[in-house]
Nanobody
Framework: QVQLVESGGGLVQAGGSLRLSCAAS????????MGWYRQASGNQRELVAN???????NYADSVKGRFTISRDNAKNTVYLQMSSLKPEDTAVYYC?????????WGQGTQVTVSS
């Protein structure tokens, strides 16, 4: 089992920035994928970005050029740096780890972008 604890959400004005963090409760063996998903009210959960290693990343088209995902394997932590935020980025953001053929999820952190 892996527990994931997110932090860093909040309220920000459009054009602003936030950084989300997600710490895993244990060291993660390879291979694994760490990522962020989001779910806006009334919508399905969607992939925002994921990272397999420091050089293999994947982003949703809607966040390319604005969001950056990174990870610190020594701290078992994944980050999401969000810049140029838009009201449509408002959602609950969930941390995800894919490992051992399973998916593990954090509890979610609210990001609200005001216009």
């Amino acid at each position: 089992q892996v527990q994931l604890v997110e932090s860093g959400g909040g309220l920000v004005q459009a054009g602003g920035s936030l950084r989300l963090s997600c710490a895993a409760s244990r060291s993660l063996s390879s291979p694994n994928v760490m990522g962020w998903y989001r779910q806006a009210s009334g919508n399905q959960r969607e992939l925002v970005a994921n990272i397999i290693s420091s050089s293999i990343t994947n982003y949703a088209d809607s966040v390319k050029g604005r969001f950056t995902i990174s990870r610190d394997n020594a701290k078992n932590t994944v980050y999401l740096q969000m810049s140029s935020l838009k009201p449509e980025d408002t959602a609950v953001y969930y941390c995800n780890v894919k490992i051992w053929g399973s998916n593990f999820w954090g509890q979610g952190t609210q990001v609200t972008v005001s216009s």
